[in-house]
């Protein structure tokens, strides 16, 4: 087992004790991390590697895998598009300094003509069985990966060639028929300006080693809070609808056009009309007709990236009304926190539901800027003018309803006790606004009031507070037919008989049973525990298990056995998939089933071709269409780096988002005295979340870890003269913060490529309201956003760190940057980001305040199920 | 005027149980995270207050750049809770023994005449002893109140509570020879000389059961002298006895009684000292605990009171002003001895 | 408040339920515990104990650093410069990370209980240790006479406590609160006799892969003589010192006869010594 970018232990240690029963049986746990912590304590091997360099270690791997020919062989053979050749004109890095062909200078993306596949007069790709063609993917793969030499992730990640050579074997070896290897990753992956190719680099690996689809491999993402992933199934992302549709923008003017966009002629996704059409009828009931598009316009269309750094911007710049916060405390969590303050001041208003008072609800008066004993252009509360609007939520007990885990499963869970006093549930609230705004809009005959007019709306209220019931809203989710509950999403249709909340919750709610509150189960029983909760889709515990047989649909081996193919199966003894999972895969779909020419849909996809998601059905080795920042992973330096990048010129990855803003400045010059340490950040076992309904509100997790600290090497420690247990300030260019240090020898140099490198570690779970404090750690970062998702990088920056407290305490927010430029200009490191230059966030009213032009960013970001917040 | 100005401040009223009161930390704000008003506090510790350890806690002076393994090691065992009160006591209440038994002796040997000044004043000093002991032996108490628990149960193996019961015995005793010893009643008079014969007798173990207690505990420094506490303590609470006596005019033949037990117990309080020292050099870090620091600074000091009040005593057959003085220091030297002992605690640990 | 009174047992008792004797105790596998600290918190949370305080002490992740009156169950750290067999750390030299979650032994020869005068410490049917609330007067006895340094007496409300492995909760057949919390199993709680099976068993597993310093510590009478069986007894990676534990822990009452004899000899003494002084008033006459 390969943890990387993850602590394992410390923020999933309930799940960490199948980790621990594995290594008792045998297993080995391989950790690669910048710090040793309780999971690499853990483990049978450490592997400590300098932040943001992941691609490099995992290149490596892949790169070990393809010069010791440690690959599955059947399993790439039959289940990867290995084979296909790619177009005429593909060039990779090495040739291109650091970009892959198709490189749109002028605007800042990459033409992706190049990236995809050759085909023939028929519309097939083009594919070598052989893997000699020097454009087919085997070749491609190798050429690429070749310059990521032990020497070389030595180079660029301070790893040892040895251990990192113990490393490699050990895990590739966990490959074939008899075993398999899994990779658990977690934010210490995703946090980084190459987030998805990071986990695209663990892809590749595994799909190589034929781990993928079968029990024991995969890539497991730790997902973050108890329901995150419920949370982005139905979902709390901007651009998307339930079950990971993506969300319509300004110009699909029609659901046949926004259908067109959207669905794909094969494999899954050619089902996309039915699941649109059912959501909508879930939605607006007998309001929508096949006629009015079934109320399709009725719904919001995106004009923009509305994701949550765009926005914070935004706010800075004067260019937001008012914001609702509810159930996240982002003065904390999220990043540049004067920054976010600086908007805040600038909202009319701001609603906030919360457990406890937070530092989000409290921005007006706490936050470094407001200091009154400091310099006279602080800021003076009273004159901060934003309405705050502070609404108690009940907490998960104090409600019912469901969490999916990691894997998932939803597990239902019942009401424990009443919401004290005024604390109401996230449901009450949602329902009892609409219900009001109903009532408020009884009359109007406006057509822009009709969404709130036509939905449905009618779930029972129950008990004393009129709560409304989640099991309604369940059913709703689990969607109807015309003969009551559905069973299966099979059952959706396209005409307007079905409705479903979400393609991938259909049988949640089969014969009207809520299957979420299943719990049987036998613990060490061989397969699934079906019956313990529900898993979306289609109760199904391993996605793509039909990987797990071979070709011919018989299990690669006994001991991986998950499901196979029975000649004699299913109803009438045509044959079935049968096993102890759910099948991912037709059921009745034989293994040598092969699709009719100009098959579409899922009929488009052989019997042996597992990957049902995909138009073609295989794996991804090389992606063609989808990703922003190229077809292949490929090592760039974190934006703020310490080092330049070892492999071409171009120092970061190309397709970013980043902001230049006063605001929000940047450190980018590598070998720079005044930020000349790596900074990272994580979580603590003792602290969760923001810290406000953990760590700073109850005691007893307060006094386990009562005060802000960074971790540090005894190296560093001598370095900079500083002492166990003492004050230090540490500086970006946004922020200075004081805190205590512990000084340890779990950090420990790495030496890169002649250059010693100094990680400092930071919980980032503090702030100022609650019993125990220090100021958030999120004032150190910046703004800046992944190419594919604009996830934030916030686990690797540059800073510096002093003995002693504060002295100055300014804020790039209120001050601008905090160091001048050093002498002399700055090196051009690389090619532009995406820029969002001051003014432009992706909202329009600020566009038009502005006077600018529209955004050149097209507002589809391509989250997939499963990236981790 | 900014709108800011317009708007009440944000008021928080708390009505019992409400969500604010949680959010501002008023239930819960005892350590416990518990809403009283919504939970019953049932649980084992329910009753502890808060944050009353903070002070015991390692501390950064002494953090830096030592390994956790140093660092803990120091903890293995417990230091002993116990206050001033308790070497006061077990000085006092030696005292009380040792006194008890000279008078007893004196009753016997038909010391003193019809006055009887020893047996009388060591009846006297053993009754306030006991008192005095009680009263700082309660007040150690955590639960003053239940100090009467100590005679709950009869468990031999705690010298504690064998000492209790001994107490409890020779405080009774004590106090009917101190009161009926005195009476005009022959008979009474009788009762009275038979319980200060059995405080005597029981004067014996008060006079040395603070050393068994103290030996029969986990503390290192003490466990590994636990040969030599009883030794020392009922040397020094002989001395203590005889000091209080000397105190006290009596008839020569008494005096001189006193003295040579006196002269005796001194001598033997310093030899048993040396002799533990030296017994105790096998273990260094045993040693060091009564030769370091303030219980070595004590321990010297109990060594020199004594040796004055030996000397002293010697001389007071002549010089009667030494008399006194051999009374005080030897008291004095018993509480330094005592104070001495409950100092001395080994750092890093082991028994 | 209400506290169970368990009477005084000085040998297991029956189960009230199966009429089958009952002892029952903690494994403590230190080698799979992560030191999460979920028992320290699910002790404190079961037994409504406060906090201590809050104050970062920087040595490892360890703030409240030992066994007191309001921390029953305590998870130490110990960074050292030592490799644990079968660990690679790279961290240039020998490193390893060591987490212990300590709490109260229930010695079999408790040198607290057979202290204590007031019989507060009693000896249940489940063959646990117990401190009954409501007869502790708080004398301290017990605090010293620990040889683990576990037993502790809360400065402002005067008594002595301790882990009472879950009186409460052994009494309705619920696992103690710590063992329920641990996500790995490290604290296996269960029938004395299986739970020495078991770590028996661990033990040779561990010997078998190489961990040669893997040791158990107080699982078998004859370990610690000085206790006899810990009914919390440990697997540990190291020396017991290491972890803050005794090497030879003795129970107190083991010696306590050395100390009433010697005390014999010195009251003899003492008593030749009176009638020597007796004799020699008279003769003064
Ligand atoms: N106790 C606790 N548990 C939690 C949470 C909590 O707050 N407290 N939060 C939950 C949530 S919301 C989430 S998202 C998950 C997150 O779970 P994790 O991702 O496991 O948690 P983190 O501690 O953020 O970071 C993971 C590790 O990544 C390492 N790391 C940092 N940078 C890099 C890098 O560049 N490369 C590699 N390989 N490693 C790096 C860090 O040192 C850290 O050990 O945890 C969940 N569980
Ligand atoms: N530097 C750095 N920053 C990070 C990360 C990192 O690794 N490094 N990790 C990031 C990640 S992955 C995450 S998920 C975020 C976490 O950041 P947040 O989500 O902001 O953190 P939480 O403290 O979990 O916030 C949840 C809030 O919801 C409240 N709450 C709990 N239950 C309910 C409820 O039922 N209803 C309502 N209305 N409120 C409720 C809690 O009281 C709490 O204040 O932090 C992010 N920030
Ligand atoms: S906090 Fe909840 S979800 Fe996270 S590990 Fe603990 S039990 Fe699991
Ligand atoms: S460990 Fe200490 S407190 Fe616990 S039973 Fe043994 S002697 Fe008593
Ligand atoms: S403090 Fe309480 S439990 Fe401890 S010995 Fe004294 S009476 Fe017994
Ligand atoms: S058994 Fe109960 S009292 Fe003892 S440590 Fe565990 S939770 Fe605490
Ligand atoms: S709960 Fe278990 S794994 Fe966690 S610290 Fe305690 S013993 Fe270790
Ligand atoms: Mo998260």
């Known amino acids: ?869 | ?351 | 408040m209400s506290n169970p009174t368990p009477t005084l047992h000085t040998t297991t008792a029956n189960d009230p339920v199966t009429g089958v004797a009952r002892q029952v105790g903690f494994f403590t596998d230190t080698s799979v515990c992560i030191g999460c600290k979920a028992c320290e918190v699910a002790c404190k949370q079961w037994n409504q104990l406060p906090d201590d305080g809050f104050s970062l002490t920087a040595k490892s992740f360890d703030n409240t650093i030992d066994l007191s009156a309001t921390t029953w169950r305590h998870v130490g750290f110990i960074e050292r410069d030592e490799p644990v067999s079968g660990q690679e750390t790279n961290l240039g030299d020998p490193f390893s990370w060591l987490f212990i979650a300590d709490s109260c032994k229930h010695c079999e020869d408790a040198g607290c209980l057979d202290n204590c005068p007031t019989g507060a410490l009693v000896r249940t049917e489940y063959d646990t240790v117990y401190v009954q609330p409501d007869i502790c007067n708080g004398c301290g006895t017990c605090v010293v006479s620990c040889p683990f340094g576990v037993i502790d007496k809360h400065p402002t409300d005067g008594r002595a406590w301790k882990c009472t492995m879950c009186y409460d909760r052994l009494k309705d057949d619920e696992t103690p609160a710590c063992a329920q919390a641990c996500p790995t199993e490290a604290i296996a709680f269960g029938e004395l006799s299986e739970l020495r099976e078991r770590a028996d068993v661990r033990l040779a597993e561990l010997h078998d892969r190489g961990v040669a310093e893997a040791r158990l510590y107080g699982a078998h009478d004859d370990d610690l003589p000085g206790t006899r069986g810990l009914h919390a007894f440990y697997l540990l990676l190291d020396s017991p010192d290491v972890y803050s534990l005794p090497t030879n822990p003795v129970a107190p009452q083991k010696t306590v006869n050395e100390g009433w004899r010697s005390m014999a000899g010195a009251l003899g003494a003492m008593a030749a010594g009176v009638a020597v002084a007796m004799l020699s008033g008279r003769r003064a006459r």
């Open chain 2, 1 to 351: 005027m900014s709108r800011h100005d317009q708007r009440p401040d944000i008021v928080m009223r708390h009505p019992p149980g409400s969500w604010q009161a949680l959010a501002a930390g008023e239930f819960g704000s005892d350590g416990r995270n518990v809403d009283t008003r919504r939970a019953e506090l049932s649980g084992e510790g329910a009753g502890l207050e808060a944050g009353a350890r903070v002070g015991d806690r390692g501390h950064l002076g002494d953090a830096s750049q030592t390994t956790v393994a140093e660092e803990v090691s120091k903890r293995v065992t417990k230091q002993s809770r116990w206050t001033w009160e308790v070497p006061a006591y077990f000085a006092v209440g030696g005292m009380a023994g040792a006194a008890a038994t000279l008078a007893a002796g004196a009753l016997l040997a038909g010391l003193g005449g019809d006055e009887q000044r020893l047996v009388r004043s060591g009846r006297v000093i053993a009754l306030g002893g006991t008192a005095v002991g009680s009263v700082l032996l309660v007040a150690d108490l955590g639960r003053p109140e239940r100090f009467w628990h100590m005679l709950r149960v009869w468990r031999p193996s705690s010298p504690m509570n064998v000492g209790s019961w001994v107490l409890a015995g020779f405080g009774t005793a004590s106090a009917v020879a101190a009161v009926l010893g005195r009476s005009r009643n022959r008979r009474l008079r009788f009762v009275g000389d038979v319980a200060g014969l059995t405080a005597g007798v029981l004067g014996l173990p008060m006079a040395g059961y603070t050393g068994v207690l103290l030996g029969a505990t986990a503390q290192p420094a003490w466990w590994h002298a636990r040969r030599w506490l009883p030794r020392l303590f009922v040397a020094s609470a002989a001395s203590a006895g005889a000091g209080a006596l000397e105190l006290i005019p009596m008839s020569p033949d008494e005096e001189r009684a006193v003295r040579i037990f006196a002269i005796g117990a001194r001598a033997a309080d310093l030899a048993v000292s040396k002799a533990m020292v030296h017994d105790l050099a096998d273990t260094p870090e045993v040693a060091a605990a009564y030769g370091n620091g303030q219980a070595g600074r004590r321990k010297k000091l109990a060594e020199r009171l004594t040796a004055g009040a030996l000397a002293a005593a010697l001389v007071s057959s002549k010089v009667r002003a030494a008399r006194p003085l051999a009374g005080a220091l030897g008291l004095a030297g018993s509480f330094a001895t005592r104070f001495a002992v409950m100092q001395a605690t080994v750092k890093p640990g082991g028994t």
């Open chain 1, 1 to 869: 087992m390969l943890i990387i970018g993850s602590n394992f232990a410390e923020a999933h240690p309930v799940g960490f004790q199948w980790a621990m029963e594995a290594r008792t049986a045998g297993t080995k746990i391989i950790h690669v991390d910048p710090r040793f912590s309780r999971t690499s304590a853990s483990a049978d091997q450490f592997v400590p590697i300098r932040p943001g360099t992941d691609i490099a270690f995992i290149g490596g791997l892949i790169n070990y895998v393809l010069t010791n020919e440690r690959w599955f062989t059947e399993f790439v053979d039959a289940y990867t598009n290995a084979g296909h050749v790619v177009a005429e004109g593909i060039e990779l890095p090495d040739e291109l300094d650091g970009l892959f062909s198709g490189w749109v200078t002028d605007e800042s993306r990459y033409d992706t003509a190049t990236w995809q596949f050759e085909r023939d007069e028929s519309g097939e790709a083009v594919t070598d069985p052989t893997f000699t063609h020097p454009r087919c993917v085997m070749s491609l793969l190798r050429r690429h990966y070749a310059r990521y030499t032990p020497e070389m992730v030595s180079d660029i990640c301070g790893i040892d060639p040895a251990a990192f050579d113990r490393a490699a074997d050990t895990f590739t070896a966990a490959s074939g028929r008899d075993r398999t290897g899994m990779v658990c990753y977690a934010v210490g992956l995703t946090m980084h300006s190459k987030g998805v190719q990071n986990i695209r680099s663990l892809g590749v690996l595994q799909l190589l080693l034929g781990n993928i689809g079968r029990p024991g491999g995969g890539i497991l993402a730790l997902r973050g809070h108890a329901n995150v992933q419920g949370a982005t199934d139905l979902p709390v992302l901007y651009d998307l609808w339930p079950g990971y549709l993506p969300k319509p923008t300004a110009d699909d003017v029609d659901l046949a056009g926004y259908l067109e966009r959207v669905a794909k002629p094969t494999g899954w996704w050619a089902n996309t009309p039915a699941y649109v059409v059912s959501l909508l009828k879930a939605w607006f009931g007998d309001a929508a007709t096949a006629e009015n598009d079934y109320c399709f316009d009725r719904m919001p269309r995106l004009t923009g990236d509305h994701s949550y750094m765009v926005t914070q911007a935004a706010m800075a710049d004067g260019a937001v009304e008012g914001m609702m916060v509810a159930g996240e405390n982002v003065s904390v969590s999220s990043v540049h926190g004067s920054l976010q303050r600086s908007g805040f001041r600038k909202l009319r208003w701001m609603v906030v539901r919360d457990l406890t008072m937070i530092e989000t609800a409290e921005f007006w008066k706490r936050g470094e800027e407001y200091a009154k004993d400091r310099g006279e252009d602080r800021i003076d509360p009273a004159d901060v003018d934003t309405e705050v609007f502070l609404f108690p939520a009940a907490a998960h007990v104090e409600k019912e309803g469901s969490f999916t885990n990691t894997q998932r499963i939803l597990q239902w869970k019942d009401q424990a006790v009443v919401p004290p006093g005024d604390a109401r549930s996230e449901l009450w609230f949602t329902h009892h606004l609409m219900a009001r705004l109903r009532d408020i809009y009884a009359d109007s005959t406006d057509l822009k009031d009709q969404p709130i007019l036509d939905g449905t709306w009618d779930y029972e209220v129950e008990g004393a507070l009129d709560e409304p019931s989640a099991n309604d809203v369940l059913a709703e989710i689990g969607g109807f037919g015309p003969d009551g509950p559905l069973s299966s999403f099979g059952e959706l249709r396209d005409d307007g008989t079905t409705s479903a909340g979400a393609w991938t919750h259909v049988g949640v709610t089969a014969s009207g049973d809520n299957h979420a509150r299943h719990r049987d189960g036998t613990p060490g029983e061989k397969g699934a525990a079906l019956d313990w909760g529900w898993a979306w889709p289609a109760n199904r515990r391993n996605l793509y298990n039909r990987a797990s047989a071979d070709p011919e649909g018989r299990p690669w081996s006994e001991d991986k056995a998950l499901i196979w193919w029975d000649e004699t199966g299913g109803p009438d003894g045509g044959g079935a998939w049968v096993g102890h999972d759910t099948p991912d895969f037709p059921v009745d779909r034989a293994p040598s089933y092969r699709p009719e020419p100009g098959a579409t849909g899922t009929d488009a996809i052989a019997g042996d071709q597992p990957f049902l998601m995909q138009t073609d059905g295989l794996g991804a080795l090389w992606v063609a269409d989808g990703l922003r920042d190229g077809p292949l992973p490929t090592h760039y330096e974190p934006l703020e780096g310490v080092a330049p990048n070892r492999l071409y010129r171009q120092q970061n990855t190309p397709a970013r988002t980043q902001w230049d803003r006063d605001d929000n400045p940047y450190h980018r010059a590598y070998d720079d005295p005044r930020f000349p340490f790596v900074l990272t950040t994580y979580r603590l076992t003792e602290t969760f979340g923001s810290g406000s309904m953990a760590n700073r509100n109850l005691s007893w997790l307060g006094e386990l870890q009562p005060e802000l600290f960074c971790e540090i090497s005894p190296q560093l420690a001598e370095l900079r003269g500083i002492e166990n247990g003492g004050w230090v300030t540490m500086k970006s260019l946004r922020a200075e913060v004081e805190m205590r240090v512990l000084v340890t020898r779990r950090l420990v140099p790495l030496q890169v490529a002649g250059r010693t490198v100094h990680t400092v570690g930071l919980p980032y779970q503090w702030g100022r309201t609650g019993q125990i404090g220090g100021a958030a750690p999120n004032e150190l970062q910046k703004i800046s956003g992944e190419a594919n998702v604009t996830i934030e990088e916030c686990k690797a920056i540059t800073i510096d760190l002093v003995p002693g407290r504060v002295a100055r305490n300014l804020r790039a927010g209120t001050d601008g940057p905090l160091q001048p430029e050093p002498d002399g200009d700055a090196p051009a490191r690389d090619l532009p980001g995406i820029t969002r230059p001051t003014g432009r966030h992706g909202v329009t009213m600020a566009a038009d305040q502005q006077g600018g032009e529209p955004d050149s960013q097209a507002a589809t970001s391509k989250s997939e199920p499963g990236a981790t917040s």
